[in-house]
């Protein structure tokens, strides 16, 4: 099977998975608290959210590149994440991978992975 990065377009389809994402996160009404932890400008962001994502999806390893080494709880250790702002942030996910029409087995392939990924970065346990 292709890998998420071979399916989702390479590149240029990950960038535009991760602009969809953080517009999602800029306008739903149910992202505005993890909206909140984020600064104003999203492009920052996106760029790296979308280099992180093409290596974790099978693409070349751009985030390493370009910043170096990231764990990803780690880097989340000094927000407040609880089950309803990961919950926030894999809806905008799903709707991100909705928005690019990707294939429904890959969504709940990747869904189940973000899910995973995102309960490691709760900072509370409610
Ligand atoms: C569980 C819910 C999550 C919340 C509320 C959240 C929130 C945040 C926030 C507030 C930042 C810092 C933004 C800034 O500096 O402006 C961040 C960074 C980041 N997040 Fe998340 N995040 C979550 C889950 C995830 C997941 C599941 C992934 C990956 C699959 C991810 C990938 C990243 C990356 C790559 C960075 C940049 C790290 C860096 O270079 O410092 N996040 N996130």
């Given at each position: 099977m292709e890998s998420p990065y071979i399916q989702l377009g390479r590149e240029a389809g990950v960038k535009l998975l991760a602009e969809r994402f953080y517009g999602f996160m800029d306008t739903l009404p149910e992202a505005s608290t993890i909206r909140a932890m984020?600064?104003?400008?999203l492009a920052p962001m996106t760029e790296k959210l979308a280099v992180f994502l093409t290596g974790w999806m099978g693409g070349p390893e751009r985030y390493r590149e370009r910043f170096g080494r990231v764990i990803i709880p780690a880097a989340h250790e000094p927000f407040e994440i609880g089950a309803a702002e990961r919950d926030s942030w894999l809806l905008c996910m799903r709707r991100a991978l909705e928005s690019v029409e990707a294939d429904e087995e890959l969504t709940e392939l990747l869904m189940s992975s973000f899910w995973q990924m995102a309960d490691m970065c709760r900072t509370r346990s409610d």
């Open positions: 984020h600064a104003g400008d």
